[in-house]
């Protein structure tokens, strides 16, 4: 089993920043593809960004890319998302999670998942 804790969400204002934290515990494999995934009210979960296990390789969402920023601290089995010029469409509770298999933008292919963070930007 592994344990993800996700922090750093709350409130900002439109153009503003926040930086998510993700800190797995537990049987934990610094080998895995992790994912940042975002639900909204009423909406699908859905995928945002996802980075390899040496961070050489990162994956965004088209409406993130040049505004958001995955990286990951192997030593320190966490994983960060740096978040620039939010929007209020990117008010969601965000989640993160460990890659098991499939394609790597599927909530099914990941196995473990935090409890989310709630990130809400106002206009």
């Known amino acids: 089993q592994v344990q993800l804790v996700e922090s750093g969400g709350g409130l900002v204002q439109a153009g503003g920043s926040l930086r998510l934290s993700c800190t797995a515990s537990g049987r934990t494999s610094s080998g895995n593809y992790m994912g940042w995934f975002r639900q909204a009210p009423g909406k699908e979960r859905e995928f945002v960004a996802g980075?390899?296990?040496?961070?050489?390789?990162?994956y965004y969402v088209d409406v993130v890319k040049g505004r958001f920023t995955i990286s990951r601290e192997n030593a320190k089995n966490a994983v960060s998302l740096q978040m620039n010029d939010l929007k209020p469409e990117d008010t969601a509770v965000y989640y993160c999670a460990v890659y098991y298999d499939g394609t790597l933008t599927f909530t099914g292919s990941y196995r473990y998942w935090g409890q989310g963070t709630q990130v809400t930007v106002s206009s």
């Open positions: 980075i390899n296990w040496s961070g050489s390789s990162t």
